[in-house]
């Protein structure tokens, strides 16, 4: 079984929709949780880390549910340039990030 | 956010000869890099991690002999690639950890495009 699991997609909307991703990891000693993007052929760059408590970047919006084992992010009023993968990304202490396969996304004009 | 740099961002070699990739972080100490390859349109894959003073930790499949990974300061690891063949051409990806508080966060260089013709 996959450590993170991630919808593939692609997920295609149109420009001002909302879109969430969500991804399932499997070990429970996760600790660390986070979003990247990464843009065709270039390298992630984080998005945001995933807080217990759920936090809010301007129109992004992740959360962490420890007892299902997901974290999701909400992208509102979705901008051409949100078009991108995201990566999900989880930490257990003392050991690797592992990634899931990331979804693609893009928003259409 | 932390930097990390990669150089070079693009080589082109001949099959056979060999290639060394470095990664620096730029403003902040990693005691632990990572190093990434990612085919067109698949996932990053893990290929090693990199532990400064130590010898690095391959994944599975990965071939130390091959991948020659070094980290010989808090700032700096590399990778060499020896006796590169096409089938090695990839982008290679590092990145580094830094520790803030409780969180562990990990910044990507810019990543290295091999072309082995």
């Known amino acids: 079984r996959k450590e993170v699991e991630q919808d593939p997609g692609p997920f295609n909307v149109p420009e001002g929709a909302t879109v969430a991703f969500n991804c399932t990891y499997s070990?429970?000693?996760?600790?660390?949780f986070f979003w990247y993007r990464q843009d065709c052929r270039k390298e992630p760059k984080l998005l945001m880390s995933?807080?217990?408590s759920g936090n809010e970047d301007g129109r992004f919006t992740a959360q962490l549910n420890r007892a299902s084992q997901y974290i999701s992010l909400l992208i509102r009023d979705s901008k051409l340039s949100d078009s991108a993968t995201y990566l999900c990304?989880?930490?257990?202490?003392?050991?690797?990030?592992?990634f899931g396969t990331g979804t693609s996304l893009t928003v259409i004009p | 956010g932390a930097v990390v740099s990669q150089h070079p961002s693009r080589v082109i070699c001949k099959s056979g000869t060999s290639v060394k990739i470095e990664c620096r972080s730029l403003?902040?100490?990693?005691?632990?890099m990572f190093w990434y390859r990612q085919f067109p349109k698949q996932s990053l894959m893990l290929m090693a991690t990199?532990?400064?003073?130590?010898?690095?930790?391959?994944e599975q499949g990965v071939e130390k002999d091959k991948f020659l990974i070094n980290h010989a300061s808090l700032t700096l690891s590399t990778l060499t690639v020896t006796s590169a063949h096409p089938e090695d051409s990839s982008f290679y990806i590092c990145?580094?950890?830094?520790?803030?508080?409780?969180?562990?966060?990990?910044?990507f260089g810019p990543g290295t495009r091999l072309t082995v013709l």
């Open positions: 990145s580094a950890r830094e520790r803030a508080g409780s969180q562990n966060t990990q910044y």
């Open positions: 070990n429970s000693a996760s600790q660390s």
């Open positions: 995933v807080y217990s």
């Open positions: 990304v989880v930490n257990i202490p003392g050991n690797q990030f592992y």
């Open positions: 403003d902040f100490q990693a005691t632990t």
């Open positions: 990199s532990n400064e003073g130590s010898k690095a930790t391959y």
